[in-house]
């Protein structure tokens, strides 16, 4: 990889930063890209005579070289000579510069050291300084905490006013208040129990039973005037006070990691409303979770904190290793599972994660999930409301089943992605997607109408999916465990046995049907409702389609075992104990677990993480083998019919967000010519022709002119404008500081006075040497903002070799040169439209 010049910095330290860099980051984004959340940015391009490249390119040319070692007498001050401060800093719609700000801590860090040996209080400020990342993490994840446990209580209590109030302690939801009255346990096999404490609308204003048909239908109207109040009053809080709030917020997270910068997306207002909003959005009974919107919160509260840290405040490099620990602490306590947090980090969203982020991302989640437990949301000292601990066996003939699974999940989840973008797509422009609270009321007024009269529907998701986990066992009244009388040791008793269980009772089949109605419902539900204009997540509704999926399999699969018992292959599901204790043959609480990893699976395509937080769901590591068999399956199967990437990655590439995922690889096999060629060369691709400077002609007012015409984020360097010989690279940022600071500074700098990005030369620098310019105005050096060592590609390079540099280096473009002369420049927004014209 040829350089433009020699750098100051020496070949170790050179090794050392490359070795540290992330492996990926994002870059360009067109400016439509973000219309769904903010005002879109200015057009950019690379040359002010090629439009199509101005509407295209943004992030465009800017220095992610290694600088020279003049550079390191300034970092994070301002600079001795041009009086521009490196603040480390960048704009709205930024790609972060990962080299320069890994750079820049490192050279931070070496001067702590260097005072650390010469006085006590460096020693201690070293101390300190390597102390500030545990403290920040530990202060996030209390942060997250908190919370997570004041979403989980208020959205208990919300979606339960929906149907009902305690009158004696109206603060409290139904589960609580039954609780108090010590009227039933309110587990997951009692969940239609009595509770006399607990007053349904019609019974609190008429004294009249909720189920008479008299009362039914005003139990309805206030279920939907309930729900639509709530979705009304979190759409018009995300419109008016924090349009980043809607939405899940893991693709936008994703983008951040990645290296991208969007303002305001991690801020308090954004905090606060998304917060409350994901309270009324799932009180409101809308397909949707909290859990996916906790990482954004969490995420919240990492960036809130970090500012209060300049060792990350001023370095976004290293600000996104504690938004990395953040998205960690933000699944630990949304699903209570520490260990599936640090690993959903990992593999899912974030792409510079080095050895220190992952103890500190453990320790993170570990508190937060620690202060979620003391917080006890639930009352009942679990971490998340549908908690198993089953220890049932699991037999090997059940691998089929599991399998089953899987597919299904895989299906499901293409279908979603597919169906889910094409609609979004859509939304943005049709008329939906110019009244985004309309379109809410429509949903929310729709998913209450036809939830009601179906019991399975009409009760929280979070509640449906507990209720669907539980096993059933001998003393069961559930419907969904009504497989029939028999007899136990001379009694009748409700449950399961093989000797004399037939066909499962009415109530069975009438469960099974709703549960059939329920999964169509919950499909066809989420799909409008992910997308709209409030805070939503994809968790909850994607494990309830799962374990609806499951529980109806595994019901059925009772229903053939038990009257089979004595026959191969069920006499292997059905032991004589099991039996003679009116113990079901095959437990339908797993295959509904087991579906719900796969339809996860499916829609995320996550597996180590899935599996990882499934597990800490049970408890027990029983399950580990049909989870990851169902985890796997159904990440084939999605992958195989949409493709790789889950609907995170769809939504990425629907906004236009410039992430480059690490699956995606040129087809060696691809049919296509020129530029879209998989063979295709660095020249073939690059942008060109290129707005330059030059090394020492250009004036003042001519560079304000190219500033104002061209709205890049830096410039290549070049000798002469009949030589384009490759000098080095100037960013936009600099630039500017540099010359208002001079323009201020020096009354003598003026439009007509020469800028020099070089050296001045000796000739010029003794006037008498230069008559033609002795009486020319003072000249400008601005060398020291020159990075000297782009990085650069030959146009003979192949362009998987290039996809790979931007993957590995975390790159914003990288310059094409020939022998030296510059030819053009490659972008991420270019190594983007390659990867989707071969696709």
Same mark, same amino acid.
């Given at each position: 990889?040829?350089?433009?010049?020699?750098?100051?910095?020496?070949?170790?330290?050179?090794?050392?930063?490359?070795?540290?860099?992330?492996?990926?980051?994002?870059?360009?984004?067109?400016?439509?890209?973000?219309?769904?959340?903010?005002?879109?940015?200015?057009?950019?391009?690379?040359?002010?005579?090629?439009?199509?490249?101005?509407?295209?390119?943004?992030?465009?040319?800017?220095?992610?070289?290694?600088?020279?070692?003049?550079?390191?007498?300034?970092?994070?001050?301002?600079?001795?000579?041009?009086?521009?401060?490196?603040?480390?800093?960048?704009?709205?719609?930024?790609?972060?510069?990962?080299?320069?700000?890994?750079?820049?801590?490192?050279?931070?860090?070496?001067?702590?050291?260097?005072?650390?040996?010469?006085?006590?209080?460096?020693?201690?400020?070293?101390?300190?300084?390597?102390?500030?990342?545990?403290?920040?993490?530990?202060?996030?994840?209390?942060?997250?905490?908190?919370?997570?446990?004041?979403?989980?209580?208020?959205?208990?209590?919300?979606?339960?006013?929906?149907?009902?109030?305690?009158?004696?302690?109206?603060?409290?939801?139904?589960?609580?208040?039954?609780?108090?009255?010590?009227?039933?346990?309110?587990?997951?096999?009692?969940?239609?129990?009595?509770?006399?404490?607990?007053?349904?609308?019609?019974?609190?204003?008429?004294?009249?039973?909720?189920?008479?048909?008299?009362?039914?239908?005003?139990?309805?109207?206030?279920?939907?005037?309930?729900?639509?109040?709530?979705?009304?009053?979190?759409?018009?809080?995300?419109?008016?006070?924090?349009?980043?709030?809607?939405?899940?917020?893991?693709?936008?997270?994703?983008?951040?990691?990645?290296?991208?910068?969007?303002?305001?997306?991690?801020?308090?207002?954004?905090?606060?409303?998304?917060?409350?909003?994901?309270?009324?959005?799932?009180?409101?009974?809308?397909?949707?979770?909290?859990?996916?919107?906790?990482?954004?919160?969490?995420?919240?509260?990492?960036?809130?904190?970090?500012?209060?840290?300049?060792?990350?405040?001023?370095?976004?490099?290293?600000?996104?290793?504690?938004?990395?620990?953040?998205?960690?602490?933000?699944?630990?306590?949304?699903?209570?599972?520490?260990?599936?947090?640090?690993?959903?980090?990992?593999?899912?969203?974030?792409?510079?994660?080095?050895?220190?982020?992952?103890?500190?991302?453990?320790?993170?989640?570990?508190?937060?999930?620690?202060?979620?437990?003391?917080?006890?949301?639930?009352?009942?000292?679990?971490?998340?409301?549908?908690?198993?601990?089953?220890?049932?066996?699991?037999?090997?003939?059940?691998?089929?089943?599991?399998?089953?699974?899987?597919?299904?999940?895989?299906?499901?989840?293409?279908?979603?992605?597919?169906?889910?973008?094409?609609?979004?797509?859509?939304?943005?422009?049709?008329?939906?997607?110019?009244?985004?609270?309309?379109?809410?009321?429509?949903?929310?007024?729709?998913?209450?109408?036809?939830?009601?009269?179906?019991?399975?529907?009409?009760?929280?998701?979070?509640?449906?999916?507990?209720?669907?986990?539980?096993?059933?066992?001998?003393?069961?009244?559930?419907?969904?465990?009504?497989? *029939?009388?028999?007899? =136990? @040791?001379?009694?009748?008793?409700?449950?399961? $046995? /093989? &000797?004399?269980?037939?066909? %499962?009772?009415? +109530?069975?089949?009438?469960?099974?049907?709703?549960?059939?109605?329920?999964?169509?419902?919950?499909?066809?539900?989420?799909?409008?409702?992910?997308?709209?204009?409030?805070?939503?997540?994809?968790?909850?509704?994607?494990?309830?389609?799962?374990?609806?999926?499951?529980?109806?399999?595994?019901?059925?699969?009772?229903?053939?075992?038990?009257?089979?018992?004595?026959?191969?292959?069920?006499?292997?599901?059905?032991?004589?104990?099991?039996?003679?204790? *009116?113990?079901?043959? =095959? @437990?339908?609480?797993?295959?509904?677990?087991? $579906? /719900? &990893?796969?339809?996860?699976? %499916?829609?995320? +395509?996550?597996?180590?993480?899935?599996?990882?937080?499934?597990?800490?769901?049970?408890?027990?590591?029983?399950?580990?083998?049909?989870?990851?068999?169902?985890?796997?399956?159904?990440?084939?199967?999605?992958?195989?019919?949409?493709?790789?990437?889950?609907?995170?990655?769809?939504?990425?590439?629907?906004?236009?967000?410039?992430?480059?995922?690490?699956?995606?690889?040129?087809?060696?096999?691809?049919?296509?010519?020129?530029?879209?060629?998989?063979?295709?060369?660095?020249?073939?691709?690059?942008?060109?022709?290129?707005?330059?400077?030059?090394?020492?002609?250009?004036?003042?007012?001519?560079?304000?002119?190219?500033?104002?015409?061209?709205?890049?984020?830096?410039?290549?360097?070049?000798?002469?404008?009949?030589?384009?010989?490759?000098?080095?690279?100037?960013?936009?940022?600099?630039?500017?500081?540099?010359?208002?600071?001079?323009?201020?500074?020096?009354?003598?700098?003026?439009?007509?006075?020469?800028?020099?990005?070089?050296?001045?030369?000796?000739?010029?620098?003794?006037?008498?040497?230069?008559?033609?310019?002795?009486?020319?105005?003072?000249?400008?050096?601005?060398?020291?903002?020159?990075?000297?060592?782009?990085?650069?590609?030959?146009?003979?390079?192949?362009?998987?070799?290039?996809?790979?540099?931007?993957?590995?280096?975390?790159?914003?473009?990288?310059?094409?040169?020939?022998?030296?002369?510059?030819?053009?420049?490659?972008?991420?927004?270019?190594?983007?439209?390659?990867?989707?014209?071969?696709?």
């Amino acid at each position: 990889m040829p350089k433009a010049a020699k750098s100051g910095i020496g070949r170790q330290e050179t090794d050392s930063l490359v070795a540290s860099l992330p492996s990926a980051a994002g870059a360009d984004a067109t400016a439509g890209s973000y219309q769904a959340f903010a005002p879109a940015p200015r057009p950019v391009g690379l040359d002010s005579e090629d439009s199509a490249a101005e509407e295209e390119t943004e992030d465009a040319a800017a220095s992610v070289g290694l600088l020279r070692d003049q550079t390191a007498k300034f970092p994070g001050t301002a600079h001795s000579d041009t009086g521009a401060t490196d603040d480390g800093q960048y704009d709205d719609f930024e790609t972060i510069d990962w080299l320069k700000d890994i750079g820049r801590h490192r050279r931070r860090r070496r001067e702590l050291l260097r005072r650390a040996r010469e006085t006590w209080r460096g020693r201690l400020t070293v101390l300190v300084d390597g102390l500030s990342g545990w403290l920040c993490v530990g202060l996030i994840a209390i942060a997250a905490g908190l919370v997570a446990g004041i979403v989980d209580v208020g959205t208990a209590w919300m979606s339960d006013l929906r149907e009902g109030i305690c009158p004696g302690a109206f603060w409290l939801n139904r589960e609580q208040c039954c609780w108090s009255a010590n009227d039933t346990a309110m587990d997951a096999a009692n969940e239609e129990a009595a509770c006399q404490q607990w007053y349904p609308w019609p019974e609190l204003i008429f004294d009249a039973s909720a189920t008479d048909p008299q009362n039914y239908a005003l139990q309805y109207s206030l279920y939907v005037t309930w729900s639509l109040l709530f979705a009304l009053l979190t759409a018009t809080l995300v419109r008016s006070l924090a349009p980043y709030a809607c939405g899940s917020g893991i693709p936008e997270i994703k983008t951040i990691l990645s290296g991208f910068v969007i303002r305001g997306y991690l801020g308090w207002w954004t905090l606060l409303v998304k917060s409350l909003g994901i309270m009324l959005a799932v009180a409101s009974g809308l397909s949707l979770g909290k859990e996916g919107p906790m990482v954004h919160m969490a995420a919240c509260c990492g960036n809130i904190i970090a500012r209060l840290f300049p060792k990350y405040n001023r370095n976004e490099a290293k600000k996104r290793e504690v938004l990395s620990a953040a998205a960690a602490a933000g699944v630990s306590i949304a699903f209570g599972a520490p260990l599936g947090g640090v690993l959903f980090s990992l593999e899912e969203a974030s792409y510079y994660f080095p050895l220190k982020t992952l103890w500190r991302s453990f320790f993170c989640s570990m508190v937060a999930a620690s202060v979620l437990k003391l917080v006890n949301p639930f009352g009942n000292d679990h971490l998340v409301l549908f908690a198993v601990n089953y220890r049932s066996a699991w037999s090997a003939l059940e691998v089929g089943p599991f399998v089953l699974l899987g597919i299904l999940g895989g299906l499901f989840g293409a279908g979603f992605v597919k169906a889910n973008v094409w609609l979004c797509r859509r939304r943005k422009l049709g008329a939906l997607g110019r009244h985004p609270i309309a379109e809410v009321a429509a949903v929310a007024s729709l998913t209450a109408l036809a939830a009601f009269p179906n019991p399975y529907t009409r009760m929280g998701t979070a509640r449906l999916v507990r209720l669907l986990f539980s096993r059933c066992g001998p003393e069961d009244v559930s419907e969904l465990c009504d497989f *029939g009388a028999v007899a =136990v @040791n001379g009694t009748a008793t409700t449950g399961t $046995g /093989a &000797a004399v269980v037939v066909a %499962g009772d009415a +109530r069975l089949d009438a469960a099974l049907w709703k549960l059939s109605i329920a999964y169509l419902f919950k499909i066809v539900a989420t799909v409008f409702t992910f997308g709209i204009k409030v805070p939503s997540g994809l968790f909850i509704p994607s494990l309830a389609v799962g374990a609806i999926a499951g529980r109806i399999v595994g019901s059925l699969l009772e229903q053939l075992a038990a009257p089979n018992a004595a026959y191969f292959p069920f006499n292997r599901l059905c032991s004589a104990a099991a039996v003679a204790q *009116g113990q079901p043959c =095959v @437990n339908s609480g797993l295959y509904a677990m087991v $579906g /719900a &990893a796969a339809a996860l699976g %499916g829609v995320t +395509r996550m597996t180590l993480s899935l599996v990882a937080i499934m597990l800490e769901l049970t408890g027990g590591l029983e399950y580990s083998l049909p989870l990851m068999i169902a985890a796997l399956t159904s990440k084939w199967v999605g992958d195989g019919l949409s493709g790789g990437g889950g609907i995170y990655e769809a939504h990425i590439r629907l906004n236009g967000y410039p992430f480059l995922a690490s699956w995606e690889r040129p087809a060696a096999d691809a049919a296509a010519a020129d530029v879209d060629d998989a063979s295709a060369l660095a020249g073939d691709v690059m942008r060109r022709p290129l707005r330059v400077l030059r090394q020492a002609e250009d004036t003042v007012d001519e560079i304000n002119r190219l500033l104002a015409e061209c709205q890049v984020n830096g410039f290549p360097v070049v000798l002469s404008a009949d030589y384009h010989y490759l000098i080095g690279f100037v960013t936009r940022r600099d630039l500017v500081m540099a010359i208002e600071y001079y323009r201020k500074k020096d009354d003598s700098i003026v439009g007509q006075s020469v800028v020099y990005f070089a050296d001045t030369p000796a000739a010029f620098a003794d006037q008498s040497a230069a008559p033609s310019r002795r009486n020319s105005p003072k000249q400008l050096n601005l060398s020291r903002i020159v990075d000297l060592a782009p990085i650069a590609v030959t146009d003979q390079t192949p362009m998987f070799v290039v996809l790979e540099m931007f993957r590995k280096l975390g790159l914003r473009q990288t310059l094409v040169t020939r022998n030296g002369r510059l030819l053009g420049v490659i972008t991420k927004k270019d190594a983007l439209r390659y990867l989707e014209n071969l696709s």
